[in-house]
C-alpha cells in the first residue's frame, strides 16, 4: 500500500473505529457486518469498506468483520500495539486531568514524567509519579528514551520548553497550549494541537443552526 | 444560502478560520488575501474560496479579505457572536481545568454553575463560582436558561445526569465522558463529543508513519 494516499480524514477515522471495535470486544462481540459497524458509527458502510481498503480490506464478502483482528489490524495500523513514552509538561489542573485519563494506559500510552515550574508541586504524586521541576527536564530527557511530550503550559513559556524538547531530540508534541507549535518546529517533529475551545464553537455552530439540522456524530 | 449543503469538514474547519482571523487582528492586520490566508493555516486558498463561498463569499477580487469584518461574519456563522450559558457537571481536575481555560470567556461562553457529588468540594471556588452539589442541579436548571452542558464525570454516572438535563430542556452537551451520547439522546439534543484519546491515537499514528509524512497541520 502506499501510504501518501491514505487522506487525513480517514486517519480521523480510524481511532473511532478502534474504539468502537474496542467497546465491541468488551461487549462481547466476535463477528460485525460492516451494515451493523456502519449503523453502530453512523458512518456509511460504504465509508467504512472504503476506508479499510485503504489497509489491503480485512473482511471477507458475506461474512463481515473478525472484530479482534480487525481491532489488532488497525492498532497496528494507528502504532497503539506498542507502549510509547510520555511526558506530561505543566502539572496544573489540566496536566493533572491528563495524567489521570485512564484511557491513554489501556491504549498503550506510558506516562513517565510529570514537569512544572511551580516549586508547590515538587514532589507531588500525580498518578504515582513525583512532579518534578522544570529544570530538571533536560537531565530526564538524556536518561530516557521520551516519544511524545504533552504541553499544558501557558502560551507565554510554550517556546522555551518547545526549545528544550526540540534540542533533546523529542519528535512529537502534543499540544494544549493556546498556540499553533506547527510553526515553530522543525519539519521532522510532529504536532497535535488540541483547541477545545473550537471544539465548543462547532457546538455552537449546530446550536446556532439546528433547527436545520437532525442528529448528527462525531 | 442552504444550509444543508454545508459540509462537517467546513464546519470542522470555521473555527479555525475564527482563530487565526482573532490572531491577525490582535496583531494589527486589516486586509489579506487568500493566498496568505492560505499560507498560514496551511489550508489551500482554493480551499479557503470555496469554503467562504458556501456563506457567500466575503472576498473582493483583487482585494483579499477585510480580516475584521470576515472575523465577524463568520462569528456570526459560528453563533459566537453572543453570549451562550454553560454549566460544567463534574468539577475534578478536568471540569476544573476547563472552568479555567479563558479561551471559553473570549468566545462568548459563560459559566454561570459548576456541579459535582463529591461534599468535599462543596462551596469551593472554581473561577468564582460556588460548586453545588448535583442535587441541586434541577433546581438550578429550572431558575436559570442553560444552553450548555459540559459533561466530565464518569461513564458510569453520565447517564443519570444526562437523564436530568434533558428533561429538564437542555439541547447541547459537550460531553467528555467516556461514552457516544450520541445513541442515548433524542435526535434534538446535540452532542459534542471530545475524545481526547483518539488526538492521541493520531499523534501515534503520525510517529509511527513519520518517515512518510512531511510536516503537517491541524
Known amino acids: 500500500m502506499d501510504e501518501k494516499e491514505i487522506s487525513k480524514a480517514v486517519i480521523k477515522r480510524l481511532p473511532r473505529y478502534y474504539r468502537y471495535l474496542g467497546e ?30 485503504n489497509f489491503g480490506g480485512f473482511g471477507q464478502q458475506g461474512y463481515g468483520y473478525n472484530v479482534r483482528y480487525l ?6 495500523i494507528l502504532g497503539v500495539d506498542r507502549i ?7 502539572a496544573g489542573k489540566l496536566g493533572q486531568a491528563l495524567a489521570n485519563y485512564v484511557k491513554f494506559e489501556k491504549r498503550g500510552f506510558k506516562i513517565i514524567g510529570i514537569f ?22 533536560p537531565e530526564f530527557l538524556k536518561e530516557h528514551k521520551v516519544e511524545i511530550a504533552t504541553l499544558t503550559v501557558p502560551k507565554e513559556s510554550a517556546l522555551e520548553v518547545i526549545e528544550t524538547l526540540i534540542f533533546h531530540g523529542i519528535k512529537a508534541i502534543w499540544n494544549f497550549a493556546h ?25 455552537s455552530y449546530r446550536l446556532t443552526h439546528a433547527e436545520n439540522e437532525g442528529q448528527d456524530n462525531n
Chains 1, 2 share one sequence.
Open 116 to 137: 512544572d515550574v511551580n516549586p508547590e508541586l515538587k514532589g507531588r504524586l500525580v498518578r504515582d509519579i513525583e512532579v518534578q521541576m522544570l529544570d530538571e527536564l
Open 71 to 76: 481491532y489488532g489490524e488497525i492498532g497496528k
Open 179 to 203: 498556540l499553533d507549535l506547527n510553526l515553530k518546529v522543525p519539519s521532522d517533529v510532529i504536532v497535535e494541537n488540541v483547541h477545545l475551545s473550537e471544539s465548543l464553537m462547532q457546538l
Open 24 to 53: 465491541l470486544i468488551e461487549s462481547g462481540v466476535e463477528r460485525i457486518s460492516s451494515n451493523e459497524l456502519s449503523e453502530r458509527m453512523k458512518v456509511t458502510a460504504s465509508q467504512i469498506r472504503q476506508d479499510l481498503n
Open 84 to 90: 510509547h513514552t510520555l511526558i506530561i509538561i505543566g
